[in-house]
């Protein structure tokens, strides 16, 4: 009794992987943080241990023998009972061309190994709680109906109606501050948290460097690969950049297409050039491959780099403004790099 309530809690999950060693790992760690796990070796396996109980999320390796992890995806998700149930691939395949495939045929998700704790954790927290506020507005609705089916409630009904608005409305306030492809913070925050963080900077006199950073040839990249492709990289790119940056007052933000602009309060030119370091380091690991790039083999990205110690009299534009400047700047000089004017 005591597992159900954790399981039926936390999460009821389902292994799949022909390395006893892989699931054996995965197993503890999930099972450490209070999900109840249950493990298959083989597509057979899997299908028998769904149907005994349906999982609530599906981690799912690729390479498996006679039915591979894509042919087990796709097999489930043309099931309507089956269809709806979440599935994160797990595998060593890093390909653009394989974590493609594997959105393509249902993948909500894709983590590479060797995987990160961390990471696991993370994905497969997000992928629950996007269940459960589905169950929940599933749930809410077939209330809703009922309510205004019986008039003696309609007091009742109204009220949690409007409390059911207020939340949703804080959703939606989250979302209009969030980019729906790469979750990083959009244009709109950025401009709000840039205009925040430049009056904080005028108060305490501390330095403010902004970058600007621009994937090389993606007008290239996407015509040749195709848009879903272009998608996958800038979702890959956005979490390279947003694991170059340090602070919690850092922002990292989608500035519009394939450009992005990160925010460094507190931060001199040397901060900003480690920063800049780092992210083509990070962008330069992911190696995702770009023939058709005019600089390299892989994609890459040009940098642009300002700062300043914001006064009174100036404004955030300018800091912006020189920032552009750099960054066409380290497009003329051959792209790949980074420029900074002060």
Request: glycine letters at 4%; a negative charge; one cysteine or more.
């Amino acid at each position: 009794m005591e597992q159900d309530e954790t399981f039926s809690t936390q999460g009821n999950l389902l292994i799949i992987d022909d390395e006893p060693d892989n699931i054996r790992v995965l197993s503890a760690l999930l099972t450490q943080q209070g999900y109840y796990v249950r493990k298959a070796l083989n597509a057979d396996m899997a299908m028998i241990a769904i149907t005994a109980l349906k999982p609530d999320l599906i981690l799912l390796d690729i390479r498996m023998p006679q039915v591979t992890g894509y042919e087990l995806c796709h097999q489930l998700k043309s099931s309507p009972d089956t269809d709806e149930i979440p599935i994160i691939f797990i595998s060593a395949l890093n390909q653009v061309e394989d974590i493609i495939k594997a959105f393509s045929v249902g993948g909500v998700d894709y983590i590479t190994k060797p995987f990160k704790v961390d990471e696991v954790l993370a994905r497969v927290k997000n992928q629950l709680t996007i269940c459960l506020l589905k169950q929940q507005l599933m749930t809410q609705n077939q209330k809703l109906l009922q309510q205004n089916n019986q008039l003696q409630n309609e007091i009742k009904t109204r009220k949690k109606a409007e409390e059911t608005l207020q939340t949703v409305n804080r959703q939606l306030q989250n979302l209009a501050s969030c980019d729906s492809l790469t979750s990083l913070a959009n244009r709109r925050h950025f401009d709000e948290y840039f205009d925040q963080v430049w009056k904080q900077m005028i108060e305490e006199q501390q330095p403010l460097a902004l970058l600007l950073c621009d994937l090389d040839y993606f007008k290239n990249y996407n015509d040749h690969y195709g848009h879903p492709a272009g998608d996958i990289c800038l979702k890959l790119v956005a979490q390279a950049l947003d694991r170059s940056i340090n602070n919690s007052t850092d922002l990292v933000a989608r500035y519009g297409g394939e450009e992005f602009a990160i925010i460094l309060p507190n931060t001199d030119l040397q901060g900003a050039l480690k920063v800049a370091k780092t992210i083509h380091q990070e962008v330069q690991q992911l190696k995702i491959n770009h023939e058709y790039s005019r600089v390299s083999s892989i994609v890459t990205v040009s940098i642009g780099i300002s700062y300043r110690i914001p006064q009174a009299h100036t404004s955030s534009q300018q800091l912006l403004e020189i920032a552009d400047q750099a960054l066409y700047e380290a497009k003329q000089k051959g792209r790949n790099q980074y420029c900074v004017k002060v």
